[in-house]
């Protein structure tokens, strides 16, 4: 074999074995992708599963909590001025104390429903958010020491929820104005809904505000405000957060102590949307 023939056979078999690695090379870049594609997929699925848990503790806990406000509001109010309504009308002279039982039976009875509209308020539509919103300032404002006020501009659009957004937000708000209630010492509370302004992405703006105590979201009491879901000291906040998660929108709390508090709630236009442009 000469010379110029070996040459040829060292080129070709040069050649294969260049083949060769460029096919291994592209084998294992491609089974390198792969593993990077089932690595990130299962990575979701394993977040996917603990967000689902978390949610699942949440309802959980939510109920229980829910169950135990109820029964704590039941025996403090209903069953007491009950019991006191039972003993004044079995006293020997009972016809001196008709009048008061009936003060006591009329304030037993607003109590009860208050109860009972905060469980399932008869007058909610899951077709307009703008009614809603507007009896329960209604509503809380009678029973309550705290003026709630409501503002929206008349050309608001939020033709793009849809009623399970209405039924989320609504018990947003509520819960909004139950911690409001119990923990600020506001005497007054303010909402806004309006629509993006020309700097902001689209969709849907709500703003809770009210002149209480607030609070310092930075302290150990509310680190949890990052937002975990053992955050037992302030569930209702937390209860807000995982119902915007569900309907897409995002939430955030901004307080100082001695400043009152600020929940910001934002649920974009679906892409798409045009309906308020």
């Known amino acids: 074999m000469s010379d110029t023939d070996k040459i040829a056979e060292l080129e070709l078999i040069l050649s294969n074995y260049t083949t060769i690695f460029i096919i291994f090379d592209i084998i294992f870049f491609v089974m390198i992708l792969l593993g990077i594609i089932l690595l990130i997929r299962f990575l979701k699925s394993k977040k996917n599963l603990h967000d689902s848990n978390e949610y699942l503790l949440y309802t959980i806990t939510g109920q229980e909590e829910e169950r135990a406000r109820i029964a704590r509001e039941l025996h403090d109010t209903v069953a007491q001025d009950l019991r006191y309504c039972k003993n004044l009308l079995e006293k020997k002279n009972a016809a001196e104390y008709i009048s008061q039982a009936a003060v006591l039976l009329g304030k037993t009875l607003s109590q009860v429903r208050m109860i009972s509209y905060n469980l399932s308020p008869a007058d909610i539509t899951k077709k307009d958010l703008k009614v809603n919103i507007v ?23 939020y033709s793009f929820l849809n009623e399970n957004d209405i ?58 405000l ?45 892409k798409g949307d045009t309906s308020h442009e």
């Open 167 to 224: 039924l989320n937000i609504y018990r947003i708000v509520q819960e909004s104005f139950q911690n409001i209630i119990k923990h600020s010492h506001a005497y007054e509370a303010v909402i806004l809904i309006r629509n993006e302004s020309s700097s902001e992405e689209k969709g849907i703006y709500i703003f809770i505000s009210d002149d209480g105590c607030g609070f310092d979201t930075e302290s150990d009491q509310y680190g949890a």
């Open 226 to 270: 990052n937002f975990g879901i053992d955050a037992s000291k302030h569930f209702g906040l937390v209860g807000m957060q995982k119902r915007c998660q569900l309907i897409g929108a995002e939430f955030s709390v901004t307080s100082a102590p001695g400043e009152g508090t600020q929940i910001s709630i934002y649920k974009p236009t679906p």
């Open 135 to 157: 009896n329960l300032c209604t509503s809380m404002s009678e029973t309550t020491g705290i003026q709630f006020r409501f503002s929206m501009p008349d050309n608001t659009d």
